[in-house]
C-alpha cells in the first residue's frame, strides 16, 4: 500500500462517505447556511438603507437647522433695528419734554420776574407818593416868607430825600 496511491476499496468508501456528507450538507446544511447569508445581506441591506435614510434625514435637519438660524438672526436684527428706533424716539420724546418744562419754567420766571418788577414799581410810587405828601407837609407847615428862603428849603428837602434814598 503506498501513501500517495490508494486502493480502489478505499477509493470507493471514500467517494461514499464524501456523497453522504455531500448530500447531508447539501439537505440540511447548505440551506441554513445559504439562508443565514441571505438573511446577513437582507440586514446589511436594511442597515446601508437606513444609513442612507438617516443621512437624508440628517441633511434635511442641517437644513432646516440653517433655515431657522437664518431666520433667528433676521428676527434678531429686525429686534435691534426696533430697539434703537424705539430707543431714539424715548430720547426725542425726552428732549421734547424737556424743552417743554424749560419753557413753563421760563415762562413761570418772566411772570414772577414782572409781577416782582410790577410790585416793585406800586412800592417806589408808594414812597414817592409818601415823600412827596411828607415834603408838602413840611413846606406848609413851614412859613416860608420869601420866594428864595422857599426855594432854599425846597432843595435843602430835596437833598435829605436824596441822602435817604441812598
Do not use: C
Amino acid at each position: 500500500m503506498s501513501l500517495l496511491v490508494p486502493e480502489s476499496g478505499l477509493f470507493i468508501w471514500m467517494l461514499l462517505a464524501f456523497g453522504a456528507v455531500l448530500f447531508v450538507l447539501t439537505k440540511f446544511g447548505w440551506p441554513v447556511i445559504t439562508g443565514m447569508v441571505d438573511e446577513r445581506a437582507r440586514y446589511i441591506d436594511e442597515g446601508v438603507s437606513k444609513a442612507k435614510e438617516a443621512g437624508e434625514k440628517l441633511e434635511k435637519v442641517q437644513q432646516e437647522t440653517t433655515r431657522m438660524l437664518q431666520e433667528a438672526q433676521s428676527r434678531q436684527s429686525e429686534i435691534l433695528e426696533e430697539a434703537a428706533r424705539m430707543k431714539q424716539d424715548i430720547i426725542a420724546k425726552a428732549r421734547e419734554e424737556a424743552t417743554v418744562a424749560a419753557q413753563k419754567v421760563m415762562e413761570d420766571a418772566r411772570q414772577q420776574i414782572q409781577a416782582e418788577k410790577e410790585n416793585a414799581v406800586r412800592d417806589i410810587r408808594r414812597q414817592v407818593g409818601g415823600l412827596s405828601v411828607e415834603i408838602a407837609e413840611k413846606v406848609l407847615r413851614h412859613s416860608l416868607s420869601t420866594d428864595e428862603a422857599q426855594m432854599e428849603y425846597v432843595n435843602r428837602l430835596l437833598d435829605e430825600v436824596e441822602n435817604r434814598a441812598q
